[in-house]
């Protein structure tokens, strides 16, 4: 998914071991021409127009044209909601 200057790639939604909770995994790739020490981003996870989850993570050290895996633990989802994932999105709230 393409937002501005920054990209989701490989997006996956999946349980660790036995644990109930989800973790999004997946790539961030920055296709601005700016390098930051810092980016936080806002994830958010979608059914049909309904929102299941939001959370923010930050990238350190993030270059121009570069690609970042990532892996957040979506606190209080669990796993049985990932059939009903529709769609997500990624916001770039602040770097520098």
């Known amino acids: 998914m393409i937002q501005g200057n920054f990209v989701l790639l490989n997006v996956d939604f999946i349980r660790k071991g036995g644990g109930h909770w989800v973790f999004m995994t997946g790539e961030i790739m920055n296709s601005s021409n ?31 044209h570069q690609t970042r895996s990532f892996e957040v633990q979506m606190e209080k989802l669990g796993y049985e909601y990932v059939p009903r994932i ?7 709230e602040s770097g520098y």
């Open 34 to 64: 700016r390098n930051y020490s810092s980016a936080v981003f806002r994830l958010s996870v979608f059914e049909r127009m309904h929102l299941l989850w939001a959370g923010s993570i930050r990238v350190i050290n993030f270059r121009r």
């Open 86 to 92: 529709t769609r997500h999105e990624i916001f770039f």
